[in-house]
């Protein structure tokens, strides 16, 4: 079984900074693209940022130069360092990894239980 844990979810005041942590653990062969996702109360799940196996990044326009994901493959773990928080940062964060079970098998998503944003003052 696959299980995708994270971390470090909070409540902090606006330009301040957290970093989330999403361990993969569990028996499997190798994971593909790593990502984070958010969703805010009446709002459509949104992709934030994603990072390739080979360390290739993509973000949403709205954290642009103010997120950063990274991922250690040793650790199967994927990080996302968020600065300069704003309001509209609020939501669940939750990460997400495609998963190869076996050398042979196909690609599966797994999802992380997510973890809460809270920009305030």
């Known amino acids: 079984q696959v299980q995708l844990v994270e971390s470090g979810g909070g409540l902090v005041q606006p330009g301040g900074s957290l970093r989330l942590s999403c361990a993969a653990s569990?028996?499997?062969?190798?994971?593909?693209?790593m990502g984070w996702y958010r969703q805010a109360p009446g709002k459509q799940r949104e992709l934030v940022a994603s990072i390739t196996q080979i360390g290739t990044t993509d973000y949403a326009d709205s954290v642009q130069g103010r997120f950063a994901i990274s991922r250690d493959n040793v650790k199967n773990t994927v990080y996302l360092q968020m600065n300069s928080l704003k309001p509209e940062d609020t939501a669940v964060y939750s990460c997400n990894a495609q998963i190869w079970r076996s050398a042979i098998g196909s690609l599966t998503d797994y999802w992380g239980q997510g973890t809460q944003v809270t920009v305030s003052s």
């Open positions: 569990g028996s499997f062969f190798a994971i593909n693209l």
